[in-house]
């Protein structure tokens, strides 16, 4: 498998921070190489996927409670 390396020092080391964005609505998270800094990818700073799944099952329970049919994926 390959590994992964900064574009600008090569190292191959990362870390996850917070990213401070300006005039933005909610928070980001920013991959960065460890070393150097250099920002390899921003990620939403909630899992949004793991809230949706939640989301999903909390309203599959309702709605087998409430005796209606949904159909959601997860």
């Known amino acids: 498998m390959a590994?992964?390396?900064c574009l600008r020092c090569e190292n191959t080391t990362f870390e996850v921070q917070v990213l401070d964005l300006q005039r933005a609505?909610?928070?980001h998270l920013c991959?960065?190489?460890e070393r150097c800094g250099a920002v390899v990818g921003v990620l939403d700073f909630y899992n949004v996927g793991n809230m949706l799944l939640?989301?999903?099952k909390a309203i599959r329970a309702?709605?087998?409670a409430a005796g209606v049919s949904v159909?959601?994926?997860g």
Do not use: G
């Open 3 to 5: 590994t992964s390396n």
């Open 25 to 27: 609505d909610f928070k």
């Open 31 to 33: 991959v960065q190489c």
């Open 54 to 56: 939640a989301q999903n």
């Open 62 to 64: 309702i709605a087998e």
């Open 71 to 73: 159909d959601l994926p």
